[in-house]
């Protein structure tokens, strides 16, 4: 079946620091998605990327849909303690019906 | 304004018990899929239904798991004879009829299966 890779699979950043994670598939999707869960709650969905190069921002974050529609990367800006969290990517690949393959998890810890 | 719901939030199982996960989908979502998420994972699919219909279900084991989405009411995702490995948080989605892209696809907040 297809996986999902993200790396790397924890982190402690600084307050203030950017951040820098990402994600590689076995195999291509046409829409890729960016999630991230606090404890004890769903994920909650922050972007979505639907062309190959697209490179798309919500607020401090920022997403790119890779060339070969295999990877993925999130950026965060000057993090703040409430980023602390798992951020999981996720595919779809629409065919018939959609459905969402996600990825490891990075548990990003922010020291303030 | 509810969004999906899943109940109960927390559920506490001896081996060899029943456990009965219900997800009430967002107003107007008629598409529901289950996930599970083990500790220190990842979500992996196990199931999408549609009302009174299993469209896909390729990531439910082969045994003591059911799941289903009647006509009304909820869907419910039944764990039979549960056992120690089912310990894990057992998440709901839902989308409406006419997916308009990824966001359609609301997660509820769990329920968290301890199995003892």
């Known amino acids: 079946g297809q996986q999902l890779n993200q790396s790397p699979q924890s982190m402690f950043i600084q307050e203030g620091e950017d951040v820098s994670m990402n994600c590689t598939s076995s195999?291509?999707?046409?829409?890729w998605l960016w999630y991230k869960q606090d404890p004890g709650e769903g994920p909650v969905l922050l972007i979505a990327l639907y062309k190959a190069g697209e490179l798309t921002s919500n607020g401090r974050l920022t997403a790119q849909f890779g060339i070969t529609r295999k990877d993925s990367f999130l950026n965060i800006s000057a993090s703040i303690p409430s980023d602390v969290g798992i951020y999981f990517c996720a595919g779809l690949f629409s065919g018939g019906y959609q459905k969402v393959t996600f990825g490891t998890g990075t548990k990003l810890q922010v020291i303030p | 304004n509810a969004g999906v719901m899943q109940n109960p939030r927390h559920l506490v199982r001896r081996r060899g018990q029943e456990a009965r996960l219900r997800c009430s989908p967002m107003k107007g979502h008629s598409h529901v899929y289950w996930y599970r998420q083990l500790p220190e994972e990842g979500l992996k699919f196990m199931v999408y239904?549609?009302?009174?219909?299993?469209?896909?279900e390729s990531g439910m084991p082969k045994e003591r798991f059911s799941a289903e989405f009647p006509k009304e009411g909820p869907s419910i995702l039944r764990i039979q004879q549960v056992v120690r490995g089912d310990s894990a948080a057992y998440f709901c989605?839902?989308?409406?009829?006419?997916?308009?892209?990824?966001?359609?696809?609301?997660f509820g907040s769990g329920t968290r299966l301890t199995v003892v």
């Open positions: 989605a839902s989308s409406p009829q006419q997916l308009q892209g990824p966001y359609g696809y609301t």
């Open positions: 195999s291509i999707f046409n829409t």
């Open positions: 239904l549609q009302k009174e219909n299993i469209i896909d």
